[in-house]
């Protein structure tokens, strides 16, 4: 255990569970190790991709350290606009989103990352001079589950390379001016290989475009999500990546910025999801630990089976015994099976690991229920940045009619 139960246990206290908290500290290592991996490329760029975790503290956190944001929809790059961001320091990143939605967002001045031949098109009739990116599908397989892989041939995401010819020839016709050129295709990359073979035919697409500012490689970048876990070894794609684009740049002659758009690699360790044990229930075959939580709060085990690891803050030295941990939603809600935890008495506080990333930001009220309240440890303090609901934030859209 890598936390310190004591001040999480503290916590709870204060604030109740269920309950997010974020280790600044976390963010902070995790978005300098991959600055220090890339340090032989004179001009990067991280984008802290905001749909992981949208507080709005978390933005001005990640401003503060000097990233830009990623960001997918128009409601994000409002966000990041309150959180202090520049517009120019905002790429936005949509699929299939409308027409009118890309539209105000060039209105906002931010960087727009188009992927779809149409959409490039008819952006390139109404705003001929507004320089975009253009979303590539390099179509490799990196990702780890089928729903979060996004590169492979069938993938809705990007313009595929073999339609390159129909991108220039757009271009030619339109007058515009292609100012990045980007990737992103899917989580948990490990095999670094893979991820440059990506990156050489990004390069190779790039070298026709004369007016290119950035190169953006995405994410998908893999954390540990167990003791021993497998993660992506940042530091070697740092090296390998670096130079080739060190490599690269001096042979289109001009300064390019590398970006990364990194989401679960800055925010997932940083991120402790604690809740209450309110049963502790014998089957014939199962003891079933039920906390006062569900996947309305913590979506990815059901969602795509995530693991994170649990561990019980109440009774760290009791002995071990076997719990599969479940929610209290009315549906097969579990959060882990068959898991080896200290000895759970009903009260005890559970604490979820790598829960900075796709918790919260995916957390509903189905089962009405109210979404959990979230705390920043950022100095040696401890902040609540955003309440925990109540009845009146679930019901406050509902327009009743008399019946
Ligand atoms: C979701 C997303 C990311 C972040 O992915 P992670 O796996 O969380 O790092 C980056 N870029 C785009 C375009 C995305 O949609």
């Not at 503290?57 to 961001?85: C, H, P, R, W």
């Not at 758009?261 to 049963?279: M, R, T």
């Not at 030295?317 to 479940?326: A, K, L």
């Not at 506080?349 to 440890?377: D, H, I, T, W």
Request: hydrophobic residues 35%; charged residues 25%.
């Amino acid at each position: 255990m890598n936390f310190d139960r004591e001040r999480l246990l503290g916590l709870t206290e204060t604030y109740g569970t269920p309950l997010y908290v974020y280790d600044a500290e976390v963010m902070n290592r995790q978005y300098n190790r991959m600055v220090k991996a890339f340090s032989s490329v004179k001009k990067l760029k991280l984008n802290y991709a905001c749909k992981a975790n949208t507080n709005l503290n978390i933005l001005k956190y990640f401003k503060s350290l000097g990233a830009g944001l990623d960001t997918v929809s128009i409601q994000e790059v409002m966000i990041g606009i309150k959180a202090g961001f520049e517009p120019d320091e905002i790429i936005y990143t949509p699929n299939g989103v409308s027409f009118e939605e890309i539209e105000m967002a060039a209105n906002l001045g931010v960087k727009i990352n188009i992927d779809n031949i149409s959409v490039l098109e008819h952006f390139g009739h109404e705003y001929p001079d507004y320089p975009v990116c253009v979303r590539i599908n390099p179509h490799i397989m990196a990702g780890g589950n089928s729903n979060i892989s996004v590169g492979h041939i069938d993938s809705k995401f990007g313009i595929s390379i073999h339609q390159m010819p129909l991108v220039k020839r757009l271009v030619e016709n339109t007058g515009l001016k292609i100012n990045g050129i980007h990737m992103h295709t899917g989580s948990d990359i490990l095999d670094i290989d893979v991820f440059l073979q990506g990156a050489e035919i990004l390069f190779e697409v790039a070298k026709d475009y004369h007016f290119l500012e950035y190169l953006d490689f995405g994410s998908g970048f893999k954390v540990p999500y167990k003791p021993d876990g497998d993660e992506t070894d940042i530091e070697y794609l740092g090296e390998k990546l670096g130079a080739r684009f060190n490599e690269f740049e001096a042979k289109y002659g001009k300064e390019l910025t590398l970006m990364f758009e990194p989401g679960k690699y800055l925010v997932s360790e940083s991120g402790y999801f604690l809740a209450s044990v309110n049963v502790v229930k014998q089957t014939t075959s199962t003891v079933f630990a039920g906390i006062d939580s569900g996947f309305n709060h913590l979506i990815r085990p059901m969602f795509y089976g995530a693991h994170h690891e649990i561990h019980n803050l109440s009774n760290p030295e009791g002995r071990f015994r076997y719990y599969t941990v479940v929610g209290y939603i009315c549906e097969t809600d579990t959060f882990g099976a068959n898991r080896k935890i200290n000895e759970i008495k009903e009260g005890d506080v559970l604490c979820f690991q790598n829960a900075g990333a796709y918790c919260y930001s995916m957390a509903s009220n189905y089962n009405s229920r109210f979404k959990p309240a979230e705390v920043l440890l950022l100095d040696g303090k401890d902040y609540l940045i955003r309440k925990r609901e109540d009845l009146e934030d679930i019901l406050k859209n509902v327009v009743e009619i008399s019946i």
